[in-house]
């Protein structure tokens, strides 16, 4: 009798683990890949609006310059927002696009 | 108590974290922290010392004259919301004297900006110092060697001033998806202590309206002197970049008692022109044509500051080679007709535009 439980236990914990086994693959196959897309694809839209931006804004002075390391970025376009009137928005998205 | 507590939260003999464990968790918080750090310096400014250089030839009525030029900028960055920013000017003029001999000439210094800029809020930015004067949009923008499209200054430039010593209010905002709104207001000292800091006592500002879809702007300004004759100057701007050309046009119009008169100006890059895509893509065509019409100042008073003596109409073009980014050759020819003679006007030369990071910029 205390065989038979025993048995019932380890099968029960054996079945539990097999089916968290099964399960667990497919949460995170269903999950991750829309997370990172939805991020790349938040990302590329952002990337996309900072161009179109970019060229808007600074082309109405100059053509478009090399991108230059984030950090001198962030002055260039804080000098920028000061002489060229840019909005708080535009500032943002061109920002990210001649950073990434 | 506190020790009973700090006694209970002991980790007990049989469940002490073992070594690698530790050395695991201290890594990862290390790590964590050294990448959150990361992220936050990536993200600081860095000052900057920027700026142009160039070297000339202006070839006026056959007069040579050999201009060199260099212009530092510095960008000094305070925390977020804190700009400290100055321009200076050095440019070498020489010219052979009119009985012959060597070139001769002199070097001027001039502080074009030095000031403080405190971004307030998304709508307001307070700039205090010397400031370039916010009258149309040539002095504040297209102004620099490596961005103007010809290197003659427009025949109205001096019509307002250059630079004031004072305060300003200025920013852009959004009105809606379509339109954003930008906007300059100042008051200015008189400055006559030292040449390089010269100011009019001004009041005057600025608004422009830019619409971003068809990439069209157009503004107007005004200033009104608060010494002398208390004259006033006003002026509008057009600036349009078509969508479909890699063409940039801007325009002006600007009327004071010393004068008025107005400037048109094209640069056409032939990066759409399939022949000799390679050379072509980096070559830029330009045109300007300009009318200045004399005021109520006498003719001599009007030369002194940099004004024609007379009724003047002017047509200049030129092409401009991107050799690469920030440095181009240049090189245009123009006619100047006016009752006090015509004249050709040659230019040809180069420019270059510099940015060194002061401190480590990359990651």
Redesign the interface.
Known sequence: MKNKLLSAIWLLALMSTIGMAAASPRTDASTEPVVRNSAEVEAETMRLEGEK?F???C?????A??K?????M???I??M??????????VRLVLFYMTQ | MSCRRQNSERPRAGTQIPYSAKTSFLLFFLLATHLLAQTTESDRPVPILTGTAGYFNFVTAGQNQLDAQINPVVLLPLGDHWLVESRAEFEGAFQRPPDGGAYGGMVSKNLDYAQVDYIASPFVTVTVGRFLTPFGIFNERLYPIWIRSLQQDPLILPLSAESNDGMMLRGGFPVNARVNFNYAAYVSAISTGHSNLQSNRDVGGRMGVFLPGPRIEFGASWQKLLQDQRTNSFGFHFAWQPTRLPLSLHSEYARSNQGSGYWVDGAYRFSQVFLWQKVMRHLEFAARAEQFFNGQIPPDEAEALGLPGANTREGEFGLNYYLRDGLKLVGSYGRQFSFAGNFNLWTAGIAYRFAVPLGRAAQ
């Open positions: 931006r060229r808007a804004n082309g109405r002075c100059h053509a310059p090399q230059f390391p984030p950090r001198m962030a002055t260039i804080r000098h927002r000061v002489r060229a009137t840019i909005t708080d928005e535009d």
